[in-house]
């Protein structure tokens, strides 16, 4: 209908212009335009012509005002298209068209739809990038050594000068997911940085969109720094570190309860000589000899009770260097996800000798209190006529 106004023009926030109906349908279609049940949703003043009877041929000067926002929008110009942020950024779909360039939301093939298409494909993006994400006030936040607020604003000649093709590739590295999404990311948000730190608040965004080749290449720039550090053989050496670290932590759990440990024989298999019969001393050496086997016997139970204490305390130590490997496993397979399994070896060492070492203190507590029961049965044998 407005194309078919070839004198359009704006006059005082109105759409004007001369219609001649050039055939039924289109007659039909203004009838059912001016009929009362539209007038919410197409506001339109009939300067000149019969709103009643309408015939093909017929001349309308018509007058246009904002139709009602669930409808859509009518724009003299581009710039006056972008101030609507829903629009602009893609946060909700409205049709519109621009009276100016004679394009339509609805022509997907349009420069002004294929452009705005990149520019919500690329906020959405850097939604990813940013620390914060402020949709109510459409702008973005990152946080580096200081706050950079980049606000969602952009005219028309950024928009057209956006290079299209750079800026599809670059959407397409951010959302890729390959294991390097997280240091993507953080080199985008670097470079934006870098790049925007010190332009006008207003003009950041715009600044993107225009100068879209520059942004792209230090992207590029960080992510070629970043590939140039990360080799297979460096992460390797990092995983070994981590089992040299950590082969060395599950070792001394046992190094720091050597001393303990040599006095097993000494405190529940040695003593047990030290015990006496006492059946054959008289009734008062018998009372004497009972209590001293008794003293033996109560020194043998308190050092097994250390024992076991120090001994649970380091299977506790031994756990707790278990959840670190499974910690640094995960890390390794999620800051590497293309080198996901290749450290298996590593971390299945560093588990398996930690059971083994958790199944060496089990054996140690096994001991030293079967020694305490062999100690017992001694006690028992020599004393119990005493009783």
Known sequence: MFRQMPDR???????CGTLLIPDQKTAEFLQDLLSEERADEYPCEVARGDPDHINVGDSFELRFRSPRSGVGLIVSDLNALLCNKQIALGFNSIPWYVTERDEASWELEGGISGRLKIVHQLVKALEGTASIVDERNARLVFLRE??????L???SQALFTLDKTLATGLIEQLEAQDGHTKQRHEICATAIFDMLSKQPKEQRFATLL???AEFHQRFVDGYKLFAASFSFEKVRDQAESIKLEYLNKIHKTFSDIQGQLLGIPVSTIVIATQFKDVASLTESARTGQMWLNIAILIGACIFCLLLTCAVLNQKH????LGQEIVRHEKSLDSEYANL??????VFETLKRRACIHRIGLYVVL???WGSFAFGCGM???LTKTAF
């Open 9 to 15: 023009n704006w006059d005082d926030g109105r759409l």
């Open 146 to 151: 200081s706050q950079l607020d980049v606000p």
């Open 153 to 155: 604003t952009f005219d």
């Open 210 to 212: 225009n100068n879209m």
């Open 317 to 320: 130590t031994l756990d707790a």
């Open 340 to 345: 996901k399994g290749r450290f298996n070896d």
């Open 366 to 368: 096994g001991i030293c």
């Open 379 to 381: 006690f028992w044998m």
